[in-house]
Nanobody, 127 residues
Framework: QVQLVESGGGSVQAGGSLRLSCAASGYTYSSYCMGWFRQAPGKEREGVAAIDSDGSTSYADSVKGRFTISQDNAKNTLYLQMNSLKPEDTAMYYC?????????????????????WGQGTQVTVSS
């Protein structure tokens, strides 16, 4: 059984930082895409960042240069370091595990659609 458990969300002021963590278990595919997508009320879901089993990373244009995705394979944990946060980053952030090809989808639109995701962690950025 695949489980993805996010943590690390919270409320910060604009310009601040947060680090999200995703503890993964039960996902045993050697070829994969893991990442984060977010959804704010009234807005479409947005792929934020992803890393594939080759170690290649992808980012949404809106977060490039501010967010960094990484993974600790020994701990089966995925991270998202978020710096220089903006009010428009406010959303529920979900960790997702998907097929390798999800990482190649334009804008990471496929991330999480065909795989697994967690319960989400809320990020709120105030101005």
């Amino acid at each position: 059984q695949v489980q993805l458990v996010e943590s690390g969300g919270g409320s910060v002021q604009a310009g601040g930082s947060l680090r999200l963590s995703c503890a993964a278990s039960g996902y045993t595919y050697s070829s994969y895409c893991m990442g984060w997508f977010r959804q704010a009320p009234g807005k479409e879901r947005e792929g934020v960042a992803a890393i594939d089993s080759d170690g290649s990373t992808s980012y949404a244009d809106s977060v490039k240069g501010r967010f960094t995705i990484s993974q600790d394979n020994a701990k089966n944990t995925l991270y998202l370091q978020m710096n220089s946060l903006k009010p428009e980053d406010t959303a529920m952030y979900y960790c997702a595990a998907d097929s390798y090809f999800a990482c190649k989808s334009p804008g990471l639109w496929a991330l999480g659609l065909g795989g697994y995701w967690g319960q989400g962690t809320q990020v709120t950025v105030s101005s």
